[in-house]
């Protein structure tokens, strides 16, 4: 066994930098790297993708990434990602061929599918599963004929499963993204998944890993000044030990920065109920969390204390919920607050003046109060030289949608002065796909495993 | 013990994000010592307060003594959340900057 591994975390979502994993391959003497692709509206934005092309459905720059790789999977280096989406084996057969035309064919690829139930649906209604939305309590039933995706949140033991298959690159859709950073140390560590202290460990490391750089200096809001280079941030590495401690680190020769700060705000990143963080693998108490400055640029991290896990998975449904627009113009000095507000009374007559009906019209005032609303005072009106104003409609009508782009470009002409910054053409209505959080009984689903032939 | 006005943002750092139409708004003192006021200025009641006209539900807090933070629920903030929100912050990004805008009264040695 391994006296400590080096897991890399190259990706925080999809649109995150594309040179990172190439970065973190030569600076981060990494032995895994993972990579997140997958927020909750990713899913969806593939699924529809695949509708079109069903070849398609998963993140299309993950392939490329791979190949790139070459150098580094030939000294040994490992990879597991949720690139996959809603189609993890288009995917991997995607990587099997960017790889073999790199001359790595020898490169194993693993595949986990299992976690896309959009085909089930209907008879696990029937057999009781009811899929209520975690929020609201209401039955799937009511928006069944708008479901566009159906994914169960998989943990690490699919992952490990293809680990220990041989795969060196390991492709998967929906597993958690804290998945990702334990499944490496279940394997090289040979731990128990019933070893809930350890499982526990590894899934706080996946925690503070999953948004990549910022656990590293990004976005960080106690000193973000004195973040050296963010231009080529390091992205974290996870330095991980068989008895579940480990260091959160970054490459040396690169920028960013990792202080107990930086850890502390990711830590606390998208966090609910401290005491009760619910993973596939475990169910954890993040206030039995240790951190120990452990030298410049890392933290050691330690004391996690987990239990058993739920008997339900996660599962994101996503559906069509009614159409969006928005559009801006720029008002300027004299009165450019007052040229706002008035710009959007002539839009509400416009409105109902053209019985345009929508659920919600929103006005905000860019560069004044958007973010912040009423917090964000305004002492002296008159010293506002510019304000972006924005306006955004939703409904289920399309056509109202539609219709409203319409009306954005004549108050240039129509309405108050010194108004400039349209461009881009008219808004048009894109289609809302809504998340729908719901739980499901382990026995009702199972991952499988495979490697796939190039 | 002389005390001074000042703003959270001198006492904490602090990082929000979404689930759903929920905001979770973390905030870390910044010094280990500061860390009992914040537990005592920061009720749930005197957020939901802060955040009138932001966040329309209720507002949970949890404590995390480990690593001197306190972490926010704050309910029905994102106009529906995710994919349905109109606003620019539709994820709750700048909640965090929003919460240090709170002004607390402070002992001058924790300045």
């Known amino acids: 066994m391994k006296s400590s591994i080096r897991i890399g975390a190259a990706q925080g979502f999809w649109g995150d930098r594309v040179d990172a994993p190439l970065d973190l391959a030569r600076h981060g003497r990494c032995d895994y790297l993972m990579l997140d692709y997958l927020a909750e509206v990713t899913m969806s934005i593939l699924q529809r993708q695949k509708l079109k092309d069903p070849s398609l459905g998963y993140a299309k720059d993950f392939p490329g990434v791979a190949a790139g790789l070459a150098p580094y999977l030939e000294k040994g280096l490992k990879v597991l990602t949720n690139a996959g989406g809603v189609n993890p084996e288009a995917c991997a057969e995607a990587v099997a061929a960017a790889l073999k035309r790199a001359g790595m064919a020898h490169v194993k690829v693993g595949v986990v599918t299992g976690d896309d139930i959009l085909a089930h649906l209907d008879p696990l209604l029937a057999s009781g599963e009811s899929l209520k939305n975690m929020e609201s309590g209401e039955p799937l039933t009511g928006v069944l004929d708008r479901v566009v995706s159906a994914n169960v949140y998989f943990g690490a033991a699919p992952l490990v499963e293809a680990l220990a298959q041989g795969a060196q690159v390991v492709v998967a859709g929906r597993v958690t993204d804290t998945a990702l950073t334990l499944a490496p140390m279940v394997h090289e560590f040979g731990w128990s998944m019933e070893d809930y202290g350890l499982i526990a460990a590894g899934t706080v490391a996946g925690h503070i890993m999953e948004c990549g750089a910022q656990a590293s200096g990004g976005n960080f809001a106690a000193a973000w000044e004195e973040v050296p280079d963010m231009a080529r941030i390091g992205y974290p590495v996870a330095e991980a030990y068989p008895d579940g401690t480990f260091v959160i680190t970054k490459p040396e020769d690169l920028g960013g920065l990792v202080s107990l700060a930086t850890v502390k705000e990711q830590i606390l990143y998208e966090l609910g109920d401290p005491r009760r963080y619910i993973s596939p693998d475990c169910v954890i108490d993040f206030t039995t969390i240790r951190l120990d400055a452990d030298g410049p640029n890392r933290v050691k991290v330690s004391g996690v204390v987990g239990g058993p896990p739920t008997e339900t998975y996660k599962v994101s449904v996503a559906y069509r919920d009614g159409w969006k627009a928005s559009g801006t113009l720029t008002y300027t000095w004299p009165d450019a607050l007052k040229k706002a507000r008035k710009a959007a009374e002539i839009l509400e007559a416009r409105f109902a003046h053209l019985g345009l009906q929508f659920e919600e019209v929103l006005f905000e005032h860019l560069g004044v109060n958007a973010c912040h609303g009423p917090l964000a005072k305004v002492a002296d009106e008159s010293a506002v030289n510019e304000v972006v104003f924005r306006v955004a409609v939703r409904g289920q009508d399309k056509k109202s949608v539609d219709a409203f782009g319409y009306e954005i470009a004549p108050l240039i002409l129509d309405g108050p002065p010194s108004v400039t910054g349209f461009a881009g053409g008219r808004p048009k209505a894109s289609e809302i796909i809504a998340y729908w959080p719901a739980l499901l009984g382990k026995k009702s689903v199972a991952p499988a495993v495979r490697i796939v032939e190039a | ?111």
Not at chain 2, 47 to 73: P, T, W, Y
């Open chain 2, 1 to 111: 013990m002389a005390t001074k006005r000042t703003l959270l943002l001198n006492l904490a750092h602090a990082r929000s994000g979404d689930k759903g139409d929920t905001v979770n708004v973390g905030v870390i003192a910044r010094r280990p010592e500061a860390y009992p006021l914040l537990k005592a200025t920061l009720t749930p009641e005197r957020v939901k307060a802060h955040f009138e006209g932001l966040c329309k539900g209720k507002v949970e807090r949890f404590e995390m003594d480990n690593i001197g933070a306190l972490n926010f629920l704050l309910h029905e903030s994102l106009g529906g959340g995710g994919t349905k929100s109109l606003q620019t912050d539709a994820q709750g990004k700048t909640f965090a900057a929003a919460m240090l805008r709170m002004e607390v009264e402070a002992p001058e040695e924790l300045l």
